[in-house]
């Protein structure tokens, strides 16, 4: 495992550090490293949902224009050839 040296923390900085570890029940360290974690989660799963705001986007574009029929106007399809299929089943 790699190590970690952050220098020139203000003191009020690493009092409250030592605060919060422990009223997680935790040592400093196992502290410094759960906030270190939970910050480049949060800012993993926001870049992943920047990614996907972008593909769709572009999706949009590409599609925009066409005469594609709508997901509602598919389900209404969809529904529509399925009773037709169970009323043909029954007669």
Do not use: K
Not at 51 to 69: H, I, K, Q, T, Y
């Amino acid at each position: 495992m790699a190590a970690l040296t952050v220098r020139n923390l203000d003191d009020d900085l690493v009092r409250r550090l030592r605060i919060r570890a422990a009223e997680h029940g935790r040592s400093a360290e196992a502290e410094h490293r759960e906030i270190l974690r939970a910050a480049l989660a949060d800012e993993s799963r926001a870049t992943a949902r920047h990614l996907a705001a972008e593909r769709l986007a572009e999706f949009r574009r590409r599609v925009s224009g066409r005469d594609s029929p709508t997901a509602s106007e598919l389900l209404a399809e969809s529904r529509t050839d399925r009773l037709r299929s169970l009323a043909g089943d029954a007669a």
